[in-house]
Every structure is written in structure tokens, then in C-alpha cells.
């Protein structure tokens, strides 16, 4: 294994060169914001095992997005430290903007699920039944999720083409959050839906490049270490990796307790985190671990994850299942854009398109995707869209980690139907809470 990373990572990192200049030198590339991370893993597919055959990486390429996934969810924690804001409008906001990414994610769920058990069981006779689970898994979750949901259904469903189908859903999730994001940018301000930026051209030329111009360049973080005893890098990165491994390890004891079954790394590295920065905040050495820093390491398994994650798809397994890949991708599109539409406009009580088009990156791609929607349409950070999101996403992240942790073992029982309709209603139930939330819960 050593040997096989150093190999592999050597290799990719020739790649990922490629792929910035590729999207620094190419104007289609720019004008559809397609970040560098998936260029590179889509070159990696290309060039590698599962195409021309051209670059060597090793038989272990798969098996590296299921391991950085512990050291991703354990990063978390410390990405952010939330400043307690008293005022009514923010805590309206939370709660408005926690809610709605918890319909989507539920929804996405439940839809893909309902859409996989009626439609793909009946056009494509003996389907996976938890097929439609690829959905929400690739979408909301991205390639870190879809790394996780193909261990977990290796390991409880012997579903071994998840991780490729996840991969791929994720994939197209991100094309579908940058391309589609751009369009949806371009329309609401076309629309006068927009509340900061009137033209598209408005937009710094470094969205397009990838390079920052020198006066607009910020510092990645503090270095909260002396140098002459430890890096603050270093520090961090161990910091990570300890509780990564932990989760991994926990993972490993508790397997043979479990009939079977298995609870993700994730899961455990999530929660290790937690109670490490609860401790370390008790002792009051959280000082010393700043979260900008936290949130570069995230962003760099984050970018392993996708890059490896795409580079390790199977060809064969997604051409096999081609057919009702497409549909449930058109599904999923079909299913945002009425959201978009729908929810934005009902539950934000201020700056919906600005909320809403950050939820759409979010909730088809990642984060990073979501916040370069958000800047495209709020530069300055006048909506307050991510602090809000950073307090109300605490209460997204339980519900997340239960639908990965426990459709897998339910869906081995025969459950998928009572997890489907139980989504699909926790979903509706919820908008009718935050609508009557928004009328009962007045801001002087």
C-alpha cells in the first residue's frame, strides 16, 4: 500500500498539472466553472487502468476515497467555529435555511428510492432494489458520501458496483451544480431576482482562471504552533489523521459485534471529532487549531476524494447500467429545479435566490461548488447566507449520517420501503413546520 500511493499520488499529481492548465488555457472550461479536481479525475479515467492504459496506477486507485472519507467527516468539527448571534432575523435564517437542506436531502432520498422500487424495477427487471439510493448518495452527498455508501453497501448489501454507480452519480451531480448554476446565475439576474449583482460580467476573472491576483490574495490561516518546536501544518494535519484512523479503527473492533454489519469509518471519525474538540475545547486548547487552516485539510481530502473517486471508476459497470443511470440523473435535475423554484421563494423570507442557488450547488456538488454560486451573486457576503448555514447545517449533518449509516443495514432487512416513505413524508412534514414556523416566528 505505501509503495501503491506514493506511486499513485506521483502520477495524479502530473495530472492535476495538466488539468489546471487545461482550465486556466481552455474558455469553455472557464465560462462552465468546472473545477480543477474534476478535470484531473476525469484525465486519470482516461489515461488510466479503466481507459488508454496509458498511466500505471496501482490495483489499490478504489480503495483510497473509502479511507480519506474518515479523515474528511473527522476535519469537520474544526472547520468552524460558530459565534453565537443573538438577533431573531439569524436565528429565523438557521432554522430556514437548516430545514430546507434537510427536505432536499430527504427528498432526494425518498424520490430516488420511490423512482428506483416503481419505474427502474419495472423498465429494468432485476435491478438492485436500493438502486434508486444513487441518487442522494451522489447529489447531495458528492464523491466523499459516495466513497462511504460503496463501503457500506459492499459490506452489509455485497452490492460491489455501488461505489462506481455513486462515484459517477457524484460526478454528474458537479457538472450538473457548475453548468447548471451558471444558467441559473444568468437567469436570475436576467429575472432582476438577484439582489446584489446586476450583470454577469461583474465577476472577478479569477473564477475563470483559477489564479487569485496578488492585491486579492488572503492568508490560508494562522500559524498557532512556533515553528521551532512543531509546523502549525503539521499540527493540524496529525490532528486529522489521528482521528481519520480512529474512526477507521473503531470501525474494525466493532464489525464482529454487529452480525455482519458494519457502521462507516465516517460515521465514527464524525463523532470522534466532535468529542475531541469538545475536550480540547474544555481545556481551552481549541485556540491553537485554527479553522481556516481545519478547512484547507478538508478541502484537500475533499479534492483526493473527487480525483481518485472519478480516476477509479469502472467503465463497464456505468455502461452497464447506462440506462437507468440517465433517468434517475434526469430525476434528480428535474427534482432541483422545482426545488429551486418551489421551496426558495416560499421559505426564505430574505435573499431567497442568493440562498437558494448556494442550497443548489450544495445539494448537487459540494460546498465549495455552492459558495462559488453564492459569490457569483453576493460578492461581499451581504446575505449572510454561510454563517447561517454553518449553524443550521448541526442540525443537517445527524440526518445525513443516519441515512447513510442505517439505509444500508435496513435495506438489508427488507426495509427500503418503509426508509422511502418515511423520507418522502419527513420531507413534506417538514416544509409545513418551517411554513408555520415563518408565520408564528415574528422579526421586529
Not at 490561516?221 to 489523521?241: C, E, Q, R, W, Y
Not at 434528480?332 to 437558494?356: D, H
Not at 459569490?375 to 461581499?380: A, H, L
Not at 449509516?405 to 413534506?428: E, K, R, Y
Amino acid at each position: 500500500m505505501p509503495s501503491s500511493l506514493i506511486q499513485d499520488l506521483g502520477l495524479i499529481s502530473i495530472v492535476l498539472l495538466i488539468g489546471f492548465i487545461l482550465r486556466n488555457r481552455i474558455t469553455l472550461l472557464q465560462k462552465l466553472f468546472i473545477p480543477v479536481s474534476i478535470i484531473t479525475g476525469l484525465l486519470g479515467l482516461l489515461l488510466g487502468t479503466n481507459g488508454l492504459e496509458i498511466l500505471p496506477f496501482s490495483d489499490q486507485i478504489g480503495s483510497y476515497p473509502g479511507i480519506m472519507i474518515a479523515f474528511l467527516f473527522g476535519s469537520l468539527p474544526f472547520t468552524f467555529d460558530i459565534q453565537k448571534d443573538k438577533s431573531k432575523e439569524f436565528k429565523r435564517n438557521t432554522v430556514q435555511i437548516g430545514g430546507a437542506s434537510i427536505i432536499i436531502l430527504l427528498l432526494q432520498w425518498g424520490a430516488g428510492l420511490l423512482f428506483g422500487l416503481t419505474i427502474l424495477s419495472w423498465l429494468f427487471p432485476g435491478i438492485h432494489s436500493s438502486f434508486g439510493a444513487i441518487l442522494a448518495t451522489g447529489f447531495f452527498g458528492g464523491h466523499g458520501t459516495a466513497a462511504a455508501i460503496g463501503e457500506s453497501f459492499a459490506a452489509n448489501l455485497q452490492w460491489e458496483e455501488a461505489q462506481s454507480l455513486a462515484m459517477t452519480s457524484a460526478t454528474v451531480g458537479i457538472f450538473s451544480a457548475t453548468m447548471g448554476g451558471v444558467i441559473m446565475v444568468q437567469w436570475g439576474i436576467k429575472r432582476k431576482h438577484t439582489s446584489f449583482i446586476k450583470n454577469f460580467k461583474e465577476l472577478p476573472n479569477s473564477y475563470k482562471t483559477g489564479l487569485i491576483e496578488p492585491k486579492d490574495q488572503k492568508s490560508i490561516g494562522k500559524a498557532t504552533f512556533s515553528n521551532i518546536a512543531i509546523d502549525p501544518l503539521l499540527m493540524h494535519l496529525m490532528l486529522v489523521i489521528l482521528v481519520g484512523f480512529t474512526g477507521i479503527f473503531l470501525t474494525n473492533i466493532t464489525k464482529p459485534y454487529l452480525s455482519g454489519y458494519s457502521i462507516a469509518a465516517f460515521s465514527f471519525a464524525f463523532i470522534v471529532g466532535l468529542l475531541l474538540k469538545a475536550a480540547l475545547s474544555k481545556l481551552k486548547l481549541m485556540m491553537y487549531f485554527d479553522p481556516k487552516l481545519m478547512s484547507r485539510i478538508c478541502g484537500l481530502f475533499a479534492d483526493l476524494i473527487v480525483i481518485f473517486g472519478i480516476a477509479s471508476i469502472k467503465t463497464a459497470v456505468v455502461v452497464k447500467f447506462a440506462g437507468p443511470l440517465l433517468l434517475i440523473f434526469a430525476l434528480g435535475i428535474v427534482l432541483a429545479i422545482f426545488l429551486f423554484q418551489f421551496m426558495g421563494t416560499r421559505l426564505f423570507s430574505s435573499y431567497w435566490f442568493e440562498k437558494s442557488i448556494f442550497l443548489w450547488g450544495m445539494s448537487l456538488g459540494v460546498t465549495a461548488i455552492g459558495i462559488a454560486l453564492l459569490r457569483m451573486v453576493d460578492p461581499e457576503a451581504k446575505s449572510e447566507t454561510l454563517p447561517v448555514f454553518a449553524l443550521g447545517y448541526i442540525g443537517v449533518t445527524p440526518f445525513e449520517v443516519l441515512c447513510l449509516v442505517f439505509f444500508p443495514i435496513l435495506a438489508s432487512q427488507g426495509f427500503q420501503w418503509h426508509f422511502t416513505l418515511g423520507c418522502l413524508f419527513g420531507g413534506i412534514f417538514l416544509y409545513i413546520l418551517i411554513k408555520k414556523f415563518n408565520k408564528t416566528y415574528k422579526v421586529s
